[in-house]
């Protein structure tokens, strides 16, 4: 781990002034994911801020009817609220299939947000990578592809996005809210929150370098059943091969997103209008413009079973 300078924000604004003023600085909070790319030496931030004190750690309900989630509101505190137990389901589950019992304790709402992939060849500093080290190539092409994007994917970049909770607060139409360092807020839709790789893989979310979350609202409760399903290699502690949020009416009706097949929670709303007619038909519409290797074409079938699980689970 390279060496690196340290302060504590006493506020906001404090942050992203020390933000601007510091070239190479990052925002740190439980730092599961951070400190992990820092001691691998992928990500070498010369100053970080501590913001865990900034008072981010609050749920409060909005005028709107919905819930505002302090940006370091961690991960088990998210899941165990009532309220969000009891509107939205599909987001307690998600958090609870992520990770370990010890890492959610420590784990924050905006962190989760901005994990960066488990690719291994991301991980891997001997092998090509242009999320990584922009212009580089990707060795995850035409190598061991079983954990890697099927659609939504590029020539530059087949990573996948490996966050449970942002999948959950995609078929949520969650918002982000954020603080830049000239004092500007803004409100950022989750469905562009998170960037497709295009030519820029290294550019994964519309944040700018100074940028700070504050919250993720959510709207109003959308009713219906929420479910949650999570494919993965072993029973706990694993990333997604698949996952599947969605919520369900009474008619048939509902949303839903998909995980672990793209560059970020993957949702489309033309989709959402196929689900009456079975998992078939709207896995046909989020899966059109798939682009499988021979390791992971198999998710296509998965996606359809367990869409086909989760709407069967959701009408009983």
């Keep these: ?3 690196f300078t340290y302060e504590r924000a006493a506020s906001p604004s404090e942050a992203v002034a020390a933000a601007a003023r510091t070239p190479g600085a990052r925002f740190i909070a439980g730092g599961t994911n951070l400190l992990d790319l820092m001691k691998l030496e992928i990500e070498t931030p010369s100053h970080l801020i501590d913001v865990n004190g900034l008072g981010f750690d609050r749920i409060e309900p ?3 009817g919905g819930l505002r989630i302090g940006a370091m509101v961690r991960n088990t505190d998210l899941a165990a609220d009532a309220r969000v137990r009891r509107d939205y389901g599909v987001l ?3 958090l609870l299939a992520g990770a370990s019992g010890q890492l959610r304790n420590k784990a924050t709402t905006a962190g989760n947000l901005l994990q960066r992939t488990r690719c291994p060849y991301f991980y891997d500093t001997y092998q090509a990578c ?3 080290q922009p212009g580089s190539g990707c060795a995850a092409i035409g190598g061991v592809t079983r954990q890697h994007a099927v659609v939504g994917s590029s020539d530059a970049c087949i990573a996948t996005n490996p966050s449970d909770m942002a999948v959950a607060m995609r078929v949520l139409d969650a918002s982000v809210e954020t603080l830049r360092a000239d004092g500007t807020r803004r409100t950022i839709a989750i469905a562009d929150f998170h960037r497709l ?4 893989p290294d550019i994964e979310t519309a944040m700018t370098h100074n940028e700070l979350i504050t919250a993720v609202t959510l709207p109003a409760p959308a009713g219906g059943r929420h479910v949650y399903q999570k494919v993965r290699d072993r029973a706990s502690y694993a990333f997604a091969l698949v996952s599947v949020a969605a919520i369900v009416q009474r008619d048939g009706t509902g949303r839903v997103a998909v995980g672990g097949v793209a560059h970020k929670p993957w949702r489309m709303e033309a989709a ?3 689900l009456p007619r079975g998992a078939r038909a709207a896995a046909a519409v989020l899966l ?3 682009k499988p290797t021979e390791h992971n074409a ?3 079938t998965l996606v359809e079973r367990t869409l086909d699980a989760v709407l069967t689970d959701a009408r009983n």
């Design 92 to 94: 307690s589950r998600a």
């Design 62 to 64: 909005t005028p709107e």
């Design 298 to 300: 198999f998710k296509l």
């Design 130 to 132: 242009n999320k990584r």
């Design 197 to 200: 790789p295009g030519n820029t």
């Design 1 to 3: 781990m390279k060496a």
């Design 288 to 290: 059109a413009d798939a």
């Design 272 to 274: 959402d209008r196929e």
